[in-house]
């Protein structure tokens, strides 16, 4: 319902159509009991081609209407499901540090929970448009025709939504109960995949089963609670919905019996009262359809508005996944002084994860002068991959603030990025080969740049023409950081970047090509802020900073 255009226009067509609907019910009825009071009256068949025409008539128009329902509903469901997959891939590219979601976690929501959302919007919302629209057509016909009948349906109705609500309380907490369940099977099972390789070197992979058994269990018994809630619901609706067509028809009975009422009346109204509870009825069968979806689309809702409120967020799709925040344009020269070298102050940064009972960033200050290289050093889950990601905003603090030659860098995230050159511990790599994996520092380098930058980082060794697979394969761990290191040195040297920020870039080198980062880092000119335990590197810079220790 939060999705803009398309959901308002569905729901529009959806009352019209409703309406048109709710009008040949009412046609439906009256003809039948035109027709059938008509034969009982006479005793004669002929004369029915009108009627019979006029029915024909009817049951291709509501024919004709449920098509014309379900195409909408097919239009509409695509359209909205389009645009909150676009709108997570770029939530996520907005925080691509954001360790609240897994990436299993979001594949799962992206594909399975998002297509649940067809529920939802081929059955259960136009259901509900007709269940508002058709009984109010049709007790307005029940008036005009028997006020009993009218107030017995005015008095039961209501009953049905009041049963839903409760039903649907119980189904939404257990809906989300196995909305989790599927989520930490996801979850299991790409990490099994991920790290099926270890597993069966160390003799292990076959000892996970039962654990994916457990989790597939739950899994199991979980859907399977839900689906008897769905039908003891089903049940308890069907059951008070047939009760109160029993009250009407037993009412219509007797007057008709005791002559009170006459038969057309009578079939009119016994006709039309089924139809008032139908839509009602089939908006609680349907609204277990449409459960899984509307949890996924909270879900994925929920971390679209996330990304939307963080103020660092705002710099839409940056390729943190590959090391690049943001390119310059093809063909710019290299410049001689860097851009908009200024300091850069963290003041105060705290930042608690949620249920955390400490900080793991606590009123953190940190200074880097323009061209200075600090490096970061302290304890694992210290904190020092956290203050890298607030520094180049992808993650908001909860107080403090990143400034950059005395401007506030969450005033404009977007323009902060375009000046970092990033080297994250897992370095991205698309499939393509070692130059156009480089090339993504700086579009349009030429290669004798590409070559300069590799030899710079220490992969004299490596020809740019190699083919790198998906994910970095066909590269040792070694290997990945010299290109990676590479990319990001093109960006400084030729990109317009002006701060270096690295996590763990030596982890995997040799001494030599250890020494051969430090010196290409400290020649850039540029500032760098390093994360590292090596001794080299710390070493090799101006100052170092210990994180999650004394400060």
């Given at each position: 319902?939060?999705?803009g255009r ?9 009352a019209?159509?409703g ?8 046609a439906?009825?009256?003809?039948l ?5 008509h ?12 009627w019979?025409?006029g029915?024909a008539?009817?049951?291709?128009l ?9 195409t ?29 979601v ?25 259901q509900l448009?007709?269940?508002?629209v058709v ?31 409760l039903?649907?309380?119980t189904t ?10 599927q ?7 790409a ?8 597993l069966q ?12 058994r ?7 018994d ?6 008897r ?21 037993v ?6 019996v ?9 079939l009119f ?14 908006v609680?069968t349907h609204?277990h359809?449409a ?10 809702l ?23 925040p ?23 940064i705290?930042?608690?994860?949620p249920?955390?009972p ?5 009123d ?20 020092k991959?956290?203050l ?14 990143v ?5 506030d860098?969450a005033e ?14 897992q ?15 700086c ?13 710079l980082?220490?992969?004299?060794e ?9 994910e ?28 270096l920020v ?8 040799d001494?030599?090509?250890?020494a ?7 020649a ?7 994360v ?20």
């Amino acid at each position: 319902m939060r999705r803009g255009r398309a959901t308002r226009f569905f729901l529009v067509a959806l009352a019209v159509v409703g309406a048109v609907q709710a009008g040949a019910i009412v046609a439906q009825a009256q003809l039948l009991a035109d027709a059938i009071s008509h034969v009982f009256a006479t005793h004669d068949l002929n004369g029915m081609r009108g009627w019979t025409l006029g029915l024909a008539g009817v049951f291709l128009l509501r024919a004709a209407l449920g098509w014309l329902h379900q195409t909408l509903a097919h239009h509409a469901s695509a359209a909205v499901k389009a645009g909150l997959r676009r709108d997570l891939a770029a939530a996520r590219l907005s925080r691509p540090l954001d360790a609240s979601v897994s990436s299993s976690t979001l594949v799962t929501l992206a594909t399975q929970g998002l297509d649940a959302l067809d529920g939802y919007y081929s059955k259960y919302l136009p259901q509900l448009v007709l269940a508002v629209v058709v009984p109010l057509v049709v007790g307005v016909m029940v008036l005009r025709q028997d006020t009993a009948s009218a107030v017995i349906i005015a008095v039961t109705l209501p009953l049905i939504p009041v049963f839903m609500a409760l039903i649907g309380w119980t189904t939404e907490q257990q809906v989300e109960r196995r909305w989790k369940v599927q989520t930490r099977l996801a979850n299991h099972f790409a990490d099994l995949v991920a790290g099926l390789a270890t597993l069966q070197v160390f003799g292990r992979a076959r000892g996970q089963l039962e654990g994916l058994r457990i989790t597939e269990g739950r899994n199991r018994d979980e859907t399977m609670r839900t689906l008897r809630i769905s039908f003891l619901s089903s049940f308890a609706l069907e059951l008070l919905a047939t009760l109160s067509v029993a009250l009407v028809a037993v009412t219509v009975g007797f007057r008709v019996v005791f002559a009170q009422m006459d038969l057309r009346t009578a079939l009119f109204v016994l006709i039309l009262a089924p139809e008032a509870y139908l839509p009602v009825r089939q908006v609680g069968t349907h609204y277990h359809d449409a459960a899984d979806g509307m949890a996924a689309a909270d879900q994925a809702l929920g971390i679209i508005e996330a990304s939307r409120m963080d103020s660092a967020g705002r710099s839409g799709a940056d390729d943190q996944g590959s090391g690049v925040p943001e390119t310059a344009p093809p063909g710019r020269a290299s410049r001689s002084v860097l851009p908009c070298p200024g300091q850069v102050t963290l003041e105060g940064i705290r930042l608690r994860w949620p249920g955390a009972p400490a900080p793991v960033l606590d009123d953190v200050d940190l200074t880097i002068a323009p061209g200075e290289v600090v490096a970061l050093q302290g304890p694992s889950g210290g904190g020092k991959s956290t203050l890298l990601a607030v520094l180049m905003g992808f993650l908001a603090p909860d107080s403090g603030r990143v400034l950059h030659a005395g401007a506030d860098t969450a005033e404009d995230p977007e323009a902060w990025r375009a000046g970092l050159a990033w080297v994250g511990q897992q370095p991205g790599m698309p499939e393509a080969t070692i130059a156009a994996n480089i090339e993504m520092g700086c579009p349009g380098a030429s290669r004798e740049r590409l070559r300069e930058v590799l030899d710079l980082a220490g992969g004299a060794e490596l020809d740019l023409d190699r083919p790198v697979g998906d994910e970095a394969e066909g590269l040792s761990a070694g290997e990945l950081r010299r290109v990676a290191t590479a990319r990001a040195l093109l960006r400084i040297r030729h990109g317009g970047a002006h701060l270096l920020v690295m996590d763990e870039p030596t982890a995997g080198l040799d001494a030599a090509a250890e020494a051969a980062v430090i010196d290409a880092v400290r020649a850039s000119g540029a500032g760098a802020v390093i994360v590292s335990h090596r001794p080299a590197v710390l070493a090799g810079a101006d100052r170092v900073v210990t994180i999650g220790g004394v400060r």
